[in-house]
Nanobody, 120 residues
């Protein structure tokens, strides 16, 4: 039974930083491709970053040079570090996993998401 649980969301002020955690059970993060996605209310889900199972360096698709993602094999988790948040970053953030090499719109497993609200 695969389960992905995100945590670390909440209300933050503009300019602050936030670190999200996704803990996986039922699969090993070093054997799967895992990624971060986000979805604002009424908007399409968009890909943020991806850690491929081919063990290549993590790829950031959104806000490259600012957002950082990493994999923690010891804790079977992945992280998402977001500095200098703005109101445009308000969304539900999801982690997802797939047996494929790349992160796609269709993933095999999804977490329930954690809400990040950026407001003064």
């Amino acid at each position: 039974q695969v389960q992905l649980v995100e945590s670390g969301g909440g209300l933050v002020q503009p300019g602050q930083s936030l670190k999200l955690t996704c803990v996986a059970s039922g699969l090993r993060v070093d054997l799967y491709t895992l990624g971060w996605f986000r979805q604002a209310p009424g908007k399409e889900r968009e890909k943020i970053a991806c850690v491929s199972r081919n063990l290549k360096a993590p790829k950031v698709n959104l806000k490259e040079g600012q957002i950082a993602t990493s994999r923690d094999n010891a804790n079977n988790a992945i992280y998402l570090e977001m500095p200098n948040l703005s109101p445009d970053d308000t969304a539900v953030y999801y982690c997802a996993a797939t047996s494929r090499v790349n992160c796609e719109r269709t993933m095999d497993y999804w977490g329930e998401g954690t809400l990040v609200t950026v407001a003064s």
